[in-house]
């Protein structure tokens, strides 16, 4: 999505943000910030609930009076967006970037904590390339079930994805029974039960989070399938043009006078606005 921009090709986009940053020329005029997310989390993290969390992250950073674009993508195993952000405002004053980092910091914890996002403790915090047998193989199925049961939506299709990397799953069933009880997984002759390698891969917790991915994913396809085309299309094309946005040399660029009138009149309703629009 993108807000007081022009997204009629990635021309008008660059004009946009060019016209904007003459008013009050500085020497970065630009910020593009990254929000990156656990794969942990990558089956509860919408288009939608991303937008929200973005929406409230650039507020309290103090981006919420300027043009922006934010763009998805999906080319990592965990999800993030990237935010394209004028410092110069709609007012024509430049967004300080003081303490920007530590700030940045310290409000990406306040929104994980908030929409209970994973965070990452204990295991990621390990120098693995110091560790021996059995643990060395101990951690490395750790981070392929990490992956695997985030994008997997029954234990099938997990057993499949293990496999890939040569762990091979097994269940403990009730005695004469078919009711499981527990998992285990094994790699290069080791073996250990779910609940050994991390609390959170024990098999009912596994089996929880196999089961939500399929209610999520069956949301998120009836969502897509309700979606404007072409608010797709402006979203891809949008985000397509972040690298050569990036690149571009405000200080020595043009831009037409259609962009200059769109400019007038974005500044001209400016005082109309209220909040901040998703």
Known sequence: MAEGVRLKNKESIIDSFIAQSKINPISKPVAHISLDFSVQDKGRLTNSVMLMIAAEYMKKMGYNNTQFIIARHNDTDH?????VINRIDNDGKRISDKNEK???????????????????????????????????TKYEIYHALQSAVARSTDWAELIREL????????????SGTSEVQGVKFAKNDYEFSGSKIDRQFSFSKIDYQLNHNTRTQDVQIRQEQSNNQNHASVLEMASSVLGSFLDFQLSGA???SEEVEFQRQKRLKKKQKRGFKL
């Open 102 to 136: 530590l700030r940045s910091t310290k409000i990406c914890m306040e929104l994980t904590k908030k929409y209970g996002l994973y965070i990452a403790k204990g295991k990621e915090n390990v120098k693995e390339h110091r560790l021996k047998e059995p643990d060395k």
């Open 254 to 256: 043009e831009y037409d």
């Open 163 to 174: 496999k890939k990397t040569d762990i091979s799953t097994q269940f403990k069933y009730k």
């Open 79 to 83: 999800p993030h967006i990237h935010l």
